[in-house]
Nanobody, 124 residues
Framework: HVQLVESGGGSALAGGSVRLSCQYY????????IGWFRQVPGKEREGVAA???????FYGDSVKGRVTISKDNAKNTLYLEMNSLKSDDDAVYYC???????????????????WGRGTQVTVS
């Protein structure tokens, strides 16, 4: 049974930083490719960052240079560090895993077959 649980959301100041965590449970394949996505009402879900099993990282164009994705394999935990927050970063952030494909990227979203419930980040 695969489960992903996000935490670390909340209110943050523009220009500040936030660190999100995602605890993932389940078979080892769930860590094949895992990533962060975000969505605001009325817009499509957007890929923020992803990390492959070999440690290679991928970032969405809108966040490059401000975001770092990392994971702790021993703790089965994925992290997202966001700096220089903008109002555009105000969204629900989801953790997702792509367990069945032999590639990793922030797109397409259809590659991701397991999703968490999301955590809200509010930038003011």
């Amino acid at each position: 049974h695969v489960q992903l649980v996000e935490s670390g959301g909340g209110s943050a100041l523009a220009g500040g930083s936030v660190r999100l965590s995602c605890q993932y449970y389940g078979p080892a394949l769930v860590a094949n490719c895992i990533g962060w996505f975000r969505q605001v009402p009325g817009k499509e879900r957007e890929g923020v960052a992803a990390i492959y099993s070999d440690g290679m990282t991928f970032y969405g164009d809108s966040v490059k240079g401000r975001v770092t994705i990392s994971k702790d394999n021993a703790k089965n935990t994925l992290y997202l560090e966001m700096n220089s927050l903008k109002s555009d970063d105000d969204a629900v952030y989801y953790c997702a895993a792509a367990s069945r494909v032999g590639r990793c990227s922030t797109r397409p979203l259809s590659d991701y077959d397991y999703w968490g419930r999301g955590t809200q980040v509010t930038v003011s």
